[in-house]
């Protein structure tokens, strides 16, 4: 494991000033917030929705540090193991004690928190706790108190779930299939996501409409038994099937966050919180922009994150996709709901020479409360020298990168940066 120096942490003041005229209103910290007039709140059904206006975001670009958003930034160096090779585009998820790793292909991979190789969990196959779906595994919960841990295959209609050690113990049959289930685990309660779909034809009218479905199902993680489930309770939480999955970054803690991603249209672009005690879906955020601009061939795809219970990440395709390890070209905004104040930003791992982090890609590298990046030896090798080779490389960038890459070596397994997301982002 890879442990960086913690005075790299501190933002430099100039780097201070520059964020604080981001959001310039926590200046104003002890008064009532006007904000620069990109936010403005609305009420739905009785509660409190905060709307970006992305038309109002002022224009300029404003570089930020990986450092003001999280903290125990670390580098860990994964075992290198015949069974422990993945692709470093899968997904992981990082706990206090666990990094998991589902494979685009493969099985379920298991380590450490130093990186060493606890197993794989779960395999391809048609038997007892076997992935059957080809398109691998759609979601995952790391239960650090109980040692299990749950997996959601794609298109299985089940969650299966594992000790630690890998054991098979049993399975949740859900009411229908789903290729990307959000689930969320509490009080011995699992609660799964499964978004009813519907069906467009080639003129965009809709078809086959199956308002009915339930949208939240509840199961007793102990017995297995479906305690209750939860009908759509507005028409626009209903998706589109194709390239439509629901995600949910659950950065906050105990908040079971929720956004339909989807391609197209206006009235599904609502983040919402669960309310699983009342069984209600909140409405808390959402980006109004024109619709009309938008060329209907092109995939068309705004994401949110919530980064903490005050700050919204939101990223969006703003043209055509182009074919690349990346995917599509996106730009991202930073909205502080608590001060109303917005901007367009890019985020540089100054833990680590200020590279690019490449958050105008991905968005879910903050998940379950950390930031998480995986990436080969060898493209990390390159992308230092490339850094290196930058004339705004400074000396002391330049000593942290060295000092990185000669600890790094080609044909070992990839490399994994992990930071804690703050509780308080303080801009």
């Known amino acids: 494991m890879f442990f960086l120096p913690s005075f790299f942490s501190r933002i430099m003041k100039s780097k201070i000033i520059l964020i604080a005229l981001v959001f310039s209103a926590y200046a104003c910290s002890n008064s009532s917030p006007q904000g620069d007039g990109s936010v403005k709140e609305v009420v739905v059904g009785g509660n409190k929705v905060s709307v970006l206006l992305l038309d109002k975001v002022k224009s300029g670009t404003v570089t930020i540090p990986l450092s003001s958003l999280v903290e125990d930034f670390e580098i860990v160096q994964l075992e290198t193991h015949e069974d422990a090779f993945f692709n470093p585009i899968s997904y992981l998820l990082v706990t206090e004690n666990y990094i998991g790793v589902r494979p685009y292909e493969g099985s379920y991979k298991l380590f450490d928190r130093s990186g060493k190789f606890l197993g794989n969990v779960g395999r391809r196959g048609g038997g007892p706790g076997e992935y059957q779906s080809s398109l691998g595994i759609g979601n995952d919960i790391i239960d650090n108190k109980n040692g299990l841990i749950y997996i959601a295959p794609r298109s299985q209609g089940k969650i299966f779930v594992y000790n630690t050690s890998g054991k098979f113990l049993k399975e949740f049959l859900l009411p229908r299939i789903s290729v990307r289930s959000p689930m969320f685990l509490s009080n011995n309660i699992l609660s799964v996501v499964i978004v009813p779909s519907i069906y467009y034809r080639p003129d965009h009218k809709i078809s086959n409409v199956n308002t009915t479905d339930a949208i939240l199902y509840k199961f007793d ?39 339909p991603a989807y391609e197209l249209t206006a009235q599904y672009d609502t983040l919402y919180y669960i309310d699983l005690k009342r069984n209600k879906f909140l409405p808390f955020f959402t980006v109004d922009f024109d619709f009309s601009v938008i060329d209907l061939k092109q995939r068309f795809k705004p994401y949110f994150y919530q980064l903490n219970k005050n700050l919204m990440l939101i990223s969006q395709a703003k043209e055509a996709p182009r074919i690349d390890k990346e995917g599509s070209p996106r730009e991202v905004w930073a909205t502080d709901i608590r001060y109303k104040t917005s901007s367009r930003i890019k985020v540089v791992n100054d833990f680590l020479g200020n590279m690019d982090v490449g958050l105008d890609y991905n968005l879910w590298r903050f998940r379950n409360g950390y930031y998480v990046y995986c990436i080969q030896p060898e493209d990390l090798m390159e992308d230092i020298e490339n850094r290196l080779n930058e004339s705004s490389c400074t000396q002391k960038d330049r000593e942290i990168l060295k000092k990185t890459l000669s600890k790094l070596k080609e044909g070992t397994n990839n490399v994994v940066f992990i930071g804690k997301i703050k509780d308080e982002i303080k801009m």
């Not at 970054?249 to 908040?255: A, H, K, L």
């Open 221 to 259: 993680v102990n017995t297995g038994e479906l305690l209750e489930k939860l009908a759509p309770p507005f028409e626009h939480l209903i998706v589109r099937n194709t390239g439509a999955f629901p995600i949910s970054s659950q950065n906050v803690p105990g908040v079971f966050d929720f956004f």
